[in-house]
């Protein structure tokens, strides 16, 4: 018998078997060559390729990578939750987040708040004094700023900035490469050759190296929003009893669920926090009424012992960055964290 958030979405229908497994192996490596995912599925190149052409047609596909944010020195994650009191300008609110490299991803919403901003600092100072800038920045709109730190990751990944990725203290030949890569993950040895002006095996050697030091997680991709889905938010906020960890694991049941083979997997990212708020988990469904009793009723009962309280929302627009929507194995790649009273953890 199915659990009741164990339904099927009709959009991954739109989209025949092999195009979504094309979107799964992509997300987990895009660097694989066309033909290496031909064999893999059993189907010609032509095929495959125009597959492909076409996701990158429809969806926006792009090829993007997954970088270890600490590794490169990143160590002040904060994702911030704003309300406005006024109509604010995003066109403006953009060209002042572009004037930093600390936000890396942000995104209009329609719901209780109205954008959500990812930021990371190389140190929290200077996360500090860009909060307070942005604080005052946008007072015009009557914002409410609630800041939360991530220092965990469920589920996900926020792509990261080239303004960010370039300010690493790293070597200036892994700086120069994660650049490129992070425009275009497909991008040849020789390709990158020739952009870098390097020689092949150079650039052979250094990209051995990122992945080495542990700088590139991997290759992926992302999509862009799908205007006839509903990519929801929320953040939680909870008031922890005994039995905190029974009702996170029975909510975690939701988020591990998924549809074999899924075009896009239903949760993009889910994090704890620490700060304004106790949760983000930002999922995709086939309309705002699914999401709301398939993902958003069915946790907050899960968590009805210890007073939740939700504040939710439907994305509208990305202003900055872009958004890590793929396809992957969500059992295979959620980092549980198991809550418990051992203050010694």
């Known amino acids: 018998m199915a659990l009741e958030f164990e339904v099927e979405s009709r959009f991954n229908k739109r989209y025949d078997l092999i195009t979504r497994k094309v979107v799964r192996l992509l997300s987990e490596n895009s660097r694989m060559s066309v033909t290496e995912i031909a064999k893999r599925l059993g189907v010609s190149r032509p095929t495959i390729k125009g597959k492909i052409e076409r996701l990158e047609r429809e969806l926006g596909m792009r090829y993007a990578i997954e970088i270890d944010e600490k590794a490169i020195g990143l160590n002040s994650p904060h994702l911030i939750e704003v309300r406005f009191k006024k109509k604010p300008d995003y066109g403006k609110i953009r060209s002042i987040l572009e004037q930093s490299y600390i936000p890396q991803v942000a995104f209009s919403v329609q719901g209780s708040y109205d954008l959500v901003i990812y930021a990371n600092a190389f140190s929290g100072t200077e996360y500090m004094h860009w909060n307070m800038a942005m604080v005052v920045l946008l007072s015009e709109y009557g914002a409410a700023w609630h800041p939360s730190e991530m220092l965990h990751r469920h589920l996900g990944f926020f792509p990261l900035r080239d303004e960010a990725i370039s300010r690493a203290d790293i070597d200036e030949d892994s700086k120069r490469l ?91 990212l889910s994090g704890p926090l620490v700060g304004s708020h106790t949760l983000f988990v930002m999922s995709v469904f086939d309309d705002k009424a699914s999401a709301y009793r398939y993902g958003l009723s069915y946790h907050k009962r899960m968590y009805a012992k210890h007073s939740p309280k939700r504040a939710s929302g439907e994305v509208r627009d990305v202003i900055l960055g872009r958004l890590p929507i793929r396809s992957v194995d969500i059992r295979k790649e959620y980092k549980t964290l198991v809550w418990t009273t051992d203050l010694n953890q």
Not at 199 to 223: E, S
């Open 178 to 268: 994660l650049v490129c890569l992070n425009g275009n993950a497909r991008l040849t040895f020789h390709q990158l050759s020739k952009m870098l002006g390097m020689h092949f095996n150079t650039v052979k050697y250094n990209f051995d190296k990122l992945v080495k030091k542990g700088y590139l997680k991997r290759a992926t991709i992302t999509m862009d929003l799908v205007k006839s889905l509903s990519f929801m938010t929320f953040f939680d906020n909870y008031a922890p009893t005994q039995g905190f960890e029974e009702s996170s694991a029975r909510a975690r049941k939701a988020i591990l669920f998924d549809e074999e083979n899924p075009l896009i997997s239903r949760y993009i």
